[in-house]
Structures are given as C-alpha cells and as structure tokens.
C-alpha cells in the first residue's frame, strides 16, 4: 500500500480510538456490557459448561451468546484490573482494526476513492463507534471476525489457497459462537453471494474444499455445536420464533440507527432531566461550546445520504463496483429482513448495527463511481464536499452525545453512581449484598472482582420465602434503584409490603446519587417492627 494511500484509514482510526477514549469514562458499567465476565467472576454458574477432568470449561453464557468474550478478557482482567479502561479499550481497538479491515476490502471493491469514502463516513459513524465503545450488545467481535472472514475468502479467491479459506470458516465459526445472531449475518452473505458470484464460487467448488470449509466452521462454532448437541434446537427454539409483530417499531429503530438518534433517553439523559453538572475541563467546555454554536444536533444528515447513494447507484452500472455494490445491498436487506421477522429481534440500535459497515458499502461504491463520470477537477472536490457535508453531520451527533454525557450524565442504566457505591460496599464489609432490580448485582460483581459477596433475589409477593430467608438477618443488606429509577417498577414497594406482612420494616442505610447529585442506588435493610 502506497504511503498516501496508509494516512487515510491510519486518520480515521485515529480519530476513531481518540474520540472513543473521551467517551469511555462517562458512563458506569452496565448488566449487558459485563454480562461476559459472569464466569471469571462467579466460577461455576456458567449458563454451559463441559466437563474436562475436573475442571468445567465456561462455554455458553446464555442460549444465544458463547464464551468467546470471556476468553480474550479472562487473561487481560489479570494483569489489567477492571475498570472502565480495561473493559472499554480492548473493544474500542478491536472497533478500530474492522476500520482497517473495511479499507481492505472497499480498496479490492471499488478501488481506493472508494475505499476513502467508506472509510470516513464509518469512522465517524456515531452508533459504529458508541456500539464499540459500549459494547453491550456485543457487537464488536461480530464485526471484527466478519470482516476477517470476508477479507479472507476475498484473498482466498485471488490466490486458492485452502489455508485462507479455513481460516476464512473458522473466524466465521468463531462468530457464530460469539452470537448466534451471526445466522443474519451468515445468512446475508449466503444469499449475496450466491446471487451475485455464483461462477466465482463454483469455480472454486470441490469436495476437498468443501469438506475444509465444512471443518474450519465446525472447529470455530465447536462449544456452539456442542450446547446444541447437549440441549437439541435450544439456540433456535428459544431465539427464532418468526412473527410480524413490531415491524413499525423495528423500521423506527432501523430509521434512529441510521440518522444516529437511538441512543439519546438511552445511554445519556437528555437536557430536560435535571439538575445539570459544570464541565470540568477544557475538553468538557469546547464540547458544550461546539454544541452550543452548531444548536442541538441528536440527527445527522445519513437519511439524505442514503436516499443520494439509490439515485446514484446506476452510475455504478458496467463498472467494477456494481456486483460489490448489489452485495452489500442485497445483504443488507437480507438480514435486515430476518431481523423483521424474528420475534423480538431487530428492535434494537445493537441488533440493526450487526448490518454495519455493508450499508456504507453501498453508499461508497454509489458516490464514488458517480464522481468518476464529471471531470477529475470538478469531480474530485464535488465528492469531497459531499462526504465532508455527512461526515461533518456524524461527528457533529457525537459531540452532541459527548455534550450530554457532560451536562446531563449517563442513564440510570449506565449510571456512573456505581462508583461511589461499590467504594462503600468494599469498605463496609457487609456479609451480603441481595439486589432486587436488573442491572444493580452484575456490574458490582465485575467491578469489585467479586471480593463482596454478592446475590440476587426475585421479589414476589406470592412466592415471598426468598426475600423473607434474607430479612432480619445480621450483615445482609439490600440493594435496589429509588423509586424514580426502578428497571422493574414497583419491586421495592413489593418488597416493603412483603416485610410489612410480616411485621418487619426497612431501615434505609444510605443513598448513592450521581455525579450530577441525582438519587440513584439505595441500600436498606429490615429489622422488626419499630426498628429504624
């Protein structure tokens, strides 16, 4: 690659890790985001594990999502103590490499105009990179190991070579076991693929090669293979119930993903919540000063973008770029489509940003080719300026997620009150921690590297010996939202009433609010009748 041609992607990535690297701070650990770690941190609860000897190999963290995260993190949280850094820049590096890979492949797909534009306008991609950085969904193996396996079985096109098509099936092995909902994925490229280079794909066909595929993919998904064996369709009978339900809804998700508004009321407040915090720093204040110059800016302009790349995809006719251009559409509305009708998929900025970065395919093969038709020297800047106009819009959005990060503070779902509670919890020392509401356990347990002991419990009024085993009981304490916040609404009124038909109360111990002061956690415990 000539050194001209290294400065864009090595940019872009730049701007990509410096950028993720402001916004890793701001926001606490979230249930999801750590979700991975269970089994480093509560050995032996694996969701599925196989036996070995007499150790249990973690294998499954759920029916849907394998180990493979908990693997590459178990070796880093040893020599890397989790923190915001240590669970945030790995997945923002990892973000950054399928930037690298996507270079790779739009340079063999439409040549290196191409390859400029697509990389510039996913680079700055407000949900690529919040989804990197916060990888809750997770995303960001899935996105990492499909871009390999395709920039592979592109090489292995080129050259034959059988070592690069195993490697090409392992990866997209190792995907499926990372998530299963690579199936979309999996799936967008079959059909792609063989719609669009079926001479290419059956020149290579044998059954040597076929059987290599055949292993290499066996090999990467093996733990996947095996939960399935063990527990016969439970991925696919649990995950892959077809239904029309919530088509409006999913398009409306789709729409926010694109044009990047999803995530606003999500992972940060928005202006209306109060009260708001002073920036701190330099940085803080040019955030809030650049958002306050341009006016609030929670859409980009990508809508406009995309309905621009349809009435400029004929210039792409007869041309290198219509077959990869075709492919990313065809993918897109391929696993787009599975996720319309799979029962409660798709109806997340996580599920709809696995399409990512092929929609941008798409959009790049259409805007470059088009240039090509006009003169260079009028061409030329005309495509700068087009790209530049979106790409402005893009980081203009992330600024705006940066600025209210700053002046309104992440979501009770992400809350940065996780720090001043875990402080207390480890200096406490109390005999347990029993959380009642989603998203108060988990993260602790990551967090505090599993030194409190930590437990759950479910709050039913019908079924109250769980919550009654605990109460009254010296060194345990509950931990659950204020009212305002609740994940479930109304758990802690259930389970007063619950201590109340019984003749106990609570004693509330103490309160953790946020960094802009508002009430988030409450720690309480019960005792008889009177005793406050």
């Known amino acids: 690659m000539k050194s001209r041609a290294i400065f864009i992607p090595a940019f872009c990535c730049l701007y990509f890790i410096l950028i993720g690297f402001l916004l890793i701070p701001y926001a606490g650990f979230q249930h999801d985001e750590v979700l991975f770690a269970q089994p480093i941190f509560q050995r032996g609860l694996t969701f599925y594990s196989y036996k070995i000897g007499y150790r249990l190999i973690p294998m499954m963290v759920n029916s849907y999502l394998g180990t493979l995260k908990t693997w590459i993190f178990w070796p880093i949280f040893k020599v890397w103590h989790p923190s915001v850094y240590s669970l945030r820049v790995p997945a923002l590096l990892a973000g950054a490499a399928s930037i690298v890979l996507f270079w790779k492949i739009m340079r063999r797909a439409g040549g290196e105009r191409a390859a400029i534009v697509a990389t510039v306008l996913l680079a700055t991609d407000s949900m690529y990179l919040l989804t990197s950085v916060f990888d809750w969904g997770p995303v960001v193996l899935q996105h990492l190991l499909a871009l390999a396996a395709i920039l592979l079985a592109i090489e292995y096109h080129e050259t034959g070579s059988p070592k690069l098509l195993a490697l090409s099936f392992f990866l997209a092995g190792l995907a499926l076991w990372d998530k299963a909902l690579f199936f979309w994925v999996a799936a967008g490229l079959a059909v792609a693929g063989a719609g669009l280079y079926p001479n290419e794909i059956w020149r290579r066909f044998s059954l040597a090669n076929a059987s290599i595929a055949i292993a290499a993919f066996s090999v990467g998904a093996a733990p996947f293979i095996l939960y399935n064996l063990h527990k016969p369709n439970s991925t696919l009978g649990e995950n892959a119930t077809f239904s029309t339900e919530g088509i409006d809804d999913k398009i409306e998700v789709a729409k926010r993903t694109v044009n990047s508004h999803a995530l606003f009321g999500y992972i940060v407040f928005d202006d209306w919540v109060q009260p708001p915090r002073a920036p701190r720093t330099a940085l803080e204040a040019a955030s809030l000063s650049l958002r306050d110059s341009t006016g609030v800016s929670q859409k980009n302009a990508m809508l406009w973008a995309y309905g621009l790349g349809l009435l400029l995809a004929p210039f792409a006719w007869k041309t290198r770029a219509w077959r990869p251009m075709l492919f990313a559409l065809v993918f897109s509305v391929t696993g787009w489509g599975l996720m319309l009708l799979t029962k409660g998929a798709g109806a997340s900025v996580h599920h709809v940003i696995l399409l990512w970065p092929m929609p941008l395919m798409f959009l790049a ?75 108060t356990i988990e993260p602790l347990r990551v967090l505090e590297r599993a030194t409190v002991p930590l437990d759950s419990i479910t709050v039913e009024e019908n079924h109250p010996e769980q919550a009654l085993s605990k109460m009254g009981r010296s060194g345990i304490v509950f931990l659950g939202h204020v009212k305002e916040r609740e994940m479930f609404p109304g758990v802690d009124e259930h389970l007063d009433a619950i201590a109340a038909s019984h003749g106990l109360s609570k004693r509330l111990i103490q309160t953790f609010p946020d960094e802009n002061g508002r009430p988030i956690f409450e720690l309480f415990q019960y005792g008889g009748a009177g005793n406050q």
Request: no cysteine.
């Open 365 to 439: 093969l259409a805007f470059s080719e088009a240039s090509r038709r006009p003169p260079a020297k009028v061409a030329i800047p005309a495509l700068g300026l087009v790209v530049g106009f979106f790409a402005a819009g893009n980081v203009l959005a992330t600024n705006q997620y940066l600025a209210q990060f700053v002046r309104n503070g992440p979501t009770a779902v992400w809350t940065n009150a996780i720090y001043p509670l875990s402080s207390a919890l480890m200096q406490n020392h109390y005999g347990e921690v029993d959380g009642i509401d989603w998203d």
